[in-house]
Every structure is written in structure tokens, then in C-alpha cells.
């Protein structure tokens, strides 16, 4: 079975650092995309880079280039979403999810929810 | 890159068929037969509904199916039941940005 599952939820003031995972299982990791998604509360989904962990090759989206780090550690199946200092409007869900160009995000993780306030 | 075009909501009474479209331009939609549709009830995750156009996964009821045209795509669910009610969003890919989102349906079934 394919799983994605995502580290818990996390509570920051603003400028601090955060890095956040999303462990696969059930299929062969190196060889599928993970992308990140960010839902702000209460607004739609954006699209925020995606990483190929055979690889490591990373695409971001040009809002999200610069804000934050997308990586991967292939040998123990997680990828990872990353901030250097955060603001408080980075206070969203943020979700990975398998992918493929053929089938875009066909698997999501449950989710971590980031709340950055002083 | 701006999000993809959605109505912010649309309706219908159980038993009816409504269409939902995502509206791109010839550097997304128009172009790439990458078109994915999601589903999203409160406090989960999104649910793969559609993908390349037309397709549904595994496990996807035959209620639901993708179509595109020029630069808009659309969801058509059938037989409206209760349980669909739920934001629905499309994805496309796109030769500038890679992947860009529609900015979300919410569906009420009345």
C-alpha cells in the first residue's frame, strides 16, 4: 500500500527555522516526483516545487523560489520542505503527494499544518 | 503565472449533473493533455478524480469525467449524490511554472 506520511504539526515564531518531512512507503520512492503543496486557511491549493529523489533534481514554483527549500534523502524515503526564517504568512497546511507528469499527485500525505506566531 | 480560472462555487440537487471548468491559456491547458481534477472535503487531504483530461483512477466512480477544449477543461459529475459535495480543483501542467492550480470550486448539493 502506498503511504505518505508526514511529521506533525509544528508551532513557530516568526525568524525561527523549520524542516518538515514526508516519509514514502509501499512503492519504490527514487523513482516518483514529490511534490509540496501549501493551503493557506480558509484559500485554495498552490503549487510549491517538486523534487525527483533519484536525483535530487528540484523544480520550484517562481512564488515559492528563494522562501523555501525542497530536498530529499533517497535512502530513507523522505523528502523534505524546509524555511530559514519563517513569517507568519507561512501559516498554512502543507501537503506532499506522489507524482508523475502522467499522473499528477495521485497519493497525499495527510498533511502538516505550520502556525508562525509571536 | 496566475492561477487557473474556476467558478467559486457551484450547485445542484441530488440526482443532476453539473460541470465545473478551469479556464488556462495555449501555455497550459490549451496545449498539454496534463489536466488533473481533485477533490477536497474539510480538514482532508485532496482525492485524485480525474487525470490526463479524461482518465479516473482506480476506484473513482464512473460518476465523474474530465473533457477539454481549446483552453478549458471540465469536470462533469452525474447523478449528483450528497457525498460529493466538496472543493473541487484542477491542475495543469504548464511550460512556464511547471504545475500551476485552479484557484478551487466549492460544490454544494442542495
Known amino acids: 500500500e502506498v503511504q505518505l506520511v508526514q511529521s506533525g504539526a509544528e508551532v513557530k515564531k516568526p525568524g525561527e527555522s523549520l524542516k518538515i518531512s514526508c516519509k514514502g512507503s509501499g512503492y519504490s520512492f527514487n523513482s516518483y516526483w514529490i511534490g509540496w503543496v501549501r493551503q493557506m486557511p480558509g484559500k485554495g491549493l498552490e503549487w510549491m516545487g517538486i523534487?525527483?529523489?533519484?536525483?535530487?533534481?528540484?523544480r520550484y514554483s517562481p512564488s515559492f523560489q528563494g522562501q523555501v527549500t525542497i530536498s530529499a534523502d533517497k535512502s530513507i524515503n523522505t523528502a523534505y520542505l524546509q524555511w530559514n526564517s519563517l513569517k507568519a504568512s507561512d501559516t498554512a497546511m502543507y501537503y506532499c503527494a506522489r507524482h508523475l507528469r502522467a499522473v499528477p499527485y495521485d497519493y497525499w500525505g495527510q498533511g502538516t499544518r505550520v502556525t508562525v506566531s509571536s | 503565472q496566475s492561477a487557473l480560472t474556476q467558478p467559486a462555487s457551484v450547485s445542484g440537487s441530488p440526482g443532476q449533473s453539473i460541470t465545473i471548468s478551469c479556464t488556462g491559456t495555449?501555455?497550459?491547458?490549451?496545449?498539454?493533455?496534463?489536466v488533473s481534477w481533485y477533490q477536497q472535503h474539510p480538514g482532508k487531504a485532496p482525492k485524485l478524480m480525474i487525470y490526463g483530461v479524461s482518465n479516473r483512477p482506480s476506484g473513482v466512480s464512473n460518476r465523474f469525467s474530465g473533457s477539454k477544449s481549446d483552453n478549458t477543461a471540465s469536470l462533469t459529475i452525474s447523478g449528483l449524490q450528497t457525498e460529493d459535495e466538496a472543493d473541487y480543483y484542477c491542475i495543469s501542467y504548464t511550460s512556464s511554472t511547471n504545475w500551476v492550480f485552479g484557484g478551487g470550486t466549492k460544490l454544494t448539493v442542495l
Open positions: 495555449s501555455s497550459d491547458v490549451g496545449t498539454y493533455n496534463y
Open positions: 523534487i525527483y529523489p533519484g536525483d535530487s533534481d528540484t
